[in-house]
């Protein structure tokens, strides 16, 4: 967005080198509400949007989102042999913090207790590939986080964490996702013994979620399903809305 802006101002042609998106093969989540926009969420989208970078450069185009209803010039070199039901593997890992495959697979869904006290495996050897608290009430996995390289100061550092071990899930079924897992979101707000610091109090939670439904719906009671019942007819509108912008044939 912001290189694109800049290149708005400044009537330069940006060219983009368009590469496969690893979670290019599902869209879901709640779409991002103006009111909570922030470096970490710029636009009206899903948190999982599953659009190529250069799909969604497109997109920010056409959709008028850049300053002053800007267009930036745009070139998109697209990718050979590449559709949104290929499950591409990366070749090099993105961040120490996800160190292969699996963490890029789980991430859409471990990345809301970021905004919680519940830590996804920083300054561990598999990061966003567990979780765990201090303050679950049970949990069938235990770790303790460290200062190590990409997490010098992990969330709970020294202190032992209860909870759940997702290397134990199926490679396989990782890469037939159709959906955010919000049932250990859900299972963690309930079994925390701190419920009312369960969300920071510093709003990121709700500006990972785009909105602050999601969070209020949790403390409401709401289950996972009747959370995503909730933004389905605003998906199925971004859906409508992606159709315009793929470049490369869609997953269904």
Same mark, same amino acid.
């Given at each position: 967005?912001?290189v @694109?802006? !800049?290149? !708005?101002?400044?009537? *330069?042609t940006? *060219? ?7 979670n ?48 930036c010039?745009?070139?998109v070199? +697209? ?6 039901? +290929?499950?591409?593997? %990366? ?5 120490? $913090?996800? /160190? ?5 697979y ?20 598999? /990061?966003?590939? !567990? ?9 069938? &996995? ?6 190590? &390289?990409?997490?010098?100061? /992990?969330?709970?550092?020294? =202190? ?14 990782? +890469? =037939?996702?159709?959906?955010? $897992?919000l049932?250990? %979101? ?9 419920? +009312?610091?369960?969300? $920071?109090?510093?709003? &990121?939670?709700?500006? %990972? ?5 999601? @969070? ?7 289950? !996972? ?10 998906? *199925?509108?971004?859906?409508? %809305? ?11």
């Open positions: 967005h912001y @694109m802006e !800049a290149c !708005a101002e400044n009537n *330069i940006l *060219i983009v080198l368009d590469r496969p998106n690893p290019g093969f599902y869209v879901d989540g709640p779409i991002l509400e103006n009111s909570f926009k922030s470096f970490v969420g710029m636009h009206p989208v899903p948190v999982v949007h599953g659009l190529t970078i250069g799909e969604y450069a497109n997109m920010i185009n056409g959709q008028n989102w850049l300053d002053n209803e800007n267009e010039s745009l070139k070199v +697209t990718c050979l042999n590449y559709n949104h039901k +290929t499950k591409y593997s %990366l070749p090099i890992p993105p961040s120490p $913090n996800l /160190p292969n495959m699996r963490s890029v789980l991430y859409p869904s471990l990345c809301f207790f970021e905004g919680t006290n519940i830590s996804i495996g920083r300054g561990t050897d598999f /990061p966003f590939q !567990a979780y765990g608290s201090p303050n679950l009430k049970d949990g069938e &996995f235990n770790f303790t986080p460290i200062s190590k &390289f990409g997490a010098k100061n /992990p969330k709970h550092k020294g =202190v032992l964490c209860v909870g759940n071990d997702l290397r134990k899930l199926k490679m396989d079924s990782l +890469t =037939v996702i159709k959906e955010l $897992n049932n250990w %979101l859900v299972s963690c707000y309930h079994n925390s013994t701190l419920t +009312t610091d369960f969300f $920071n109090k510093n709003n &990121f939670f709700n500006l %990972l979620a785009g909105t602050d439904k999601l @969070m209020n719906l949790i403390k409401g009671g709401a289950n !996972a399903s009747q959370i995503r019942d909730t933004y389905q007819k605003d998906l *199925i509108k971004f859906k409508e %809305l992606r159709k315009k912008y793929l470049l490369y044939d869609d997953f269904e």
